[in-house]
């Protein structure tokens, strides 16, 4: 595989300043950028902002179902063992439990509901895959947070996915309140790369999805993006769909709530964007968070 020039160094020494991204951040133009699902007035928002919350875009009881797998997913001891199942540091509750769209026939459904697809590909450009799915999920009073970062430059540096050109489609299994560990983004940090400092550890990823040390740009880097264009969490209830640009910074606290707060991921890949080699140099993450193989044009389900 023919290696690309890497434009995005990160996991150095020194880290370096932030730089503008290389990219658009909306990569559809005429007709596809006018006639697909989003509203221009929405379109504009996501580029402005790097994200876009769409309140009630599935209805409680459509994802109800998705919240319920996943609590039986966490009484199967066999199935909690598996690789895609991330615990948490007491191995008590779920963490995290990748690869959901190849694990469930419903969620591999939900990929290609025809609007979400048709979002995707309206904010990309053209057809897309999945990169990863997951669940993410917050037990009530223990589920831990996550730190600042920015997906693209960990699906840069150790995957090797060459430019900015994937979205987040994360839909709320529960509500999501300001309590129990809302997502929170910074606006505008989309349009910049902060490269993190230090290399990446062997085998990073068997540590970064319990806790995550390598990838986090650095405080004053934080700050200065959050003073210029503050702080956001999106909050509503179940169904409801927040789309996020790969490179926006965005974190989440502990819940600690006695209420449960889970969303489900889809990362959509342009199909022009296939991974390459990782640019830190170490090796390729596990088919299951960085998919090579599985990378055929999403279809719609009718």
């Known amino acids: 595989m023919l290696q690309r020039a890497d434009f995005y160094r990160s996991r150095e020494e020194n880290a370096g300043n932030m730089f503008p991204r290389h990219e658009p951040i909306v990569h559809s133009a005429g007709a596809q950028r006018e006639q697909g699902p989003l509203a221009q007035q929405q379109l504009a928002q996501f580029e402005r902002d790097g994200f876009l919350w769409l309140e009630n875009f599935f209805t409680p009881e459509m994802v109800a179902g998705f919240f319920d797998e996943l609590r039986d997913m966490a009484q199967d001891k066999a199935f909690c063992e598996r ?60 589920g831990n947070g996550f730190e600042w970062h920015s997906d693209f430059e960990t699906w840069h540096t150790e995957d090797g ?89 965005h974190a989440s606290n502990r819940n600690m709530s006695p209420w449960p707060r889970a969303n489900l991921f889809f990362v959509y890949n342009s199909v022009d964007n296939h991974l390459v080699e990782p640019f830190c140099g170490s090796k390729r993450r596990p088919e299951y968070l960085a998919a090579r193989a599985n990378t055929r044009p999403l279809k719609p389900w009718r």
């Open 83 to 142: 690789d895609e199942v991330i615990m948490d540091a007491n191995r008590e509750k779920i963490r995290s439990v990748f690869a959901m769209h190849e694990t469930s026939e419903a969620f591999h459904r939900l990929t290609r509901d025809p609007e979400l697809l048709g979002i995707a590909q309206q904010l990309l450009g053209g057809d897309v895959y999945i990169h990863q799915s997951r669940i993410n999920s917050k037990a009530g009073f223990c």
């Open 161 to 249: 996915m060459p430019a900015m050109r994937a979205v987040s489609a994360s839909i709320m299994l529960t509500d999501n309140n300001a309590f129990n560990g809302p997502l929170m983004l910074i606006p505008g940090s989309h349009e910049y790369f902060v490269p993190c400092a230090g290399a990446t550890p062997e085998n990073n990823w068997t540590q970064s999805l319990q806790k995550q040390t390598a990838g986090v740009p650095s405080r004053d880097a934080v700050g200065q993006l959050a003073n210029r264009h503050g702080i956001e969490a999106p909050t509503g209830p179940a169904g409801s769909l927040l789309l996020f640009e790969c490179n926006t910074l």
